[in-house]
T-cell receptor, first 113, second 114 residues
Framework: DVKVTQSSRYLVKRTGEKVFLECVQD?????MFWYRQDPGLGLRLIYF???????EKGDIPEGYSVSREKKERFSLILESASTNQTSMYLC????????????FGPGTRLTVL | AQKVTQAQTEISVVEKEDVTLDCVYE???????LFWYKQPPSGELVFLIR??????QNEISGRYSWNFQKSTSSFNFTITASQVVDSAVYFC???????????FGKGTRLSVIA
C-alpha cells in the first residue's frame, strides 16, 4: 500500500512566522502535490513536482514555495504566514504521470493567528 | 484546460436509499481520465475509481456504480442502499492526457442518516 505521511495533523502558528509542512511518500513515486482545501472551494493545487528539484506552480502559488531535495520528500514553505493561509493542507503523490492516481496524506490543519 | 462541476453541494438521504452524485466536466481533449475520491470525516482522501475516456462501459463495485456518458460529458456516481459509513465529501476530478494534474471539483457532501 502507498503510504503518504504529513509531519503534523494540527499546527498553530503566528502571523509572520516561517512555516514548513513536510510530506513523505514511501512508494518511489515521481510526482508529488500540495493542495489546500477550504470550505466551498474544494481542493486547489498550490505546487507540484514531477522530479527531484523540479517544481511547477499550480493554481494558487502566491505566498508559498516548495522544496524537493529527495524523491520521497516534498516540503511546502510559507515564508511569512498570514491569517488567510489558515486552511487544511493536503499532500499527494502519483507514480509516473501526472494523470496517474494520486494517493493522499491525512492532511495538516494549519491555523495562523 | 479541464473544468468540472459538481452542482450538488450537499445531499442528505436516509439509510438504504439510493443516491446519485453528479459530475459534469469540460475538456477539449479527446483522451482524458476521470476520477472519484471520497473524503470521510477523518479527512484523508480515498481513491475510488479512475476511468479512461475511451472506456465508456459503466463500472460497478459492490454498492458503488459509475455512469460515464461521453455525449453529455458526465461521470455520475451512484451509491445503492446507502449506509451511514458512506457519509463523506465526494470529489470528481478530470485530468487531460497531456500530462497535466487532476482538476478537482468543489465536492458534494453526502450525509446518510440512520
Amino acid at each position: 500500500d502507498v503510504k503518504v505521511t504529513q509531519s503534523s495533523r494540527y499546527l498553530v502558528k503566528r502571523t509572520g512566522e516561517k512555516v514548513f509542512l513536510e510530506c513523505v511518500q514511501d512508494m518511489d513515486h515521481e510526482n508529488m502535490f500540495w493542495y489546500r482545501q477550504d470550505p466551498g472551494l474544494g481542493l486547489r493545487l498550490i505546487y507540484f513536482s514531477y522530479d527531484v528539484k523540479m517544481k511547477e506552480k499550480g493554481d494558487i502559488p502566491e505566498g508559498y514555495s516548495v522544496s524537493r531535495e529527495k524523491k520521497e520528500r516534498f516540503s511546502l514553505i510559507l515564508e511569512s504566514a498570514s491569517t488567510n493561509q489558515t486552511s487544511m493542507y493536503l499532500c499527494a503523490s502519483s507514480l509516473d504521470f501526472l494523470t496517474d492516481t494520486q494517493y493522499f496524506g491525512p492532511g495538516t490543519r494549519l491555523t495562523v493567528l | 484546460a479541464q473544468k468540472v462541476t459538481q452542482a450538488q453541494t450537499e445531499i442528505s438521504v436516509v439509510e438504504k436509499e439510493d443516491v446519485t452524485l453528479d459530475c459534469v466536466y469540460e475538456t477539449r481533449d479527446t483522451t482524458y481520465y476521470l476520477f472519484w475520491y471520497k473524503q470521510p470525516p477523518s479527512g484523508e482522501l480515498v481513491f475510488l475509481i479512475r476511468r479512461n475516456s475511451f472506456d465508456e462501459q459503466n463500472e460497478i463495485s459492490g454498492r458503488y456504480s459509475w455512469n460515464f456518458q461521453k455525449s453529455t460529458s458526465s461521470f455520475n456516481f451512484t451509491i445503492t442502499a446507502s449506509q451511514v459509513v458512506d457519509s463523506a465529501v465526494y470529489f470528481c476530478a478530470p485530468a487531460a492526457s497531456g500530462n497535466t494534474p487532476l482538476v478537482f471539483g468543489k465536492g458534494t457532501r453526502l450525509s446518510v442518516i440512520a
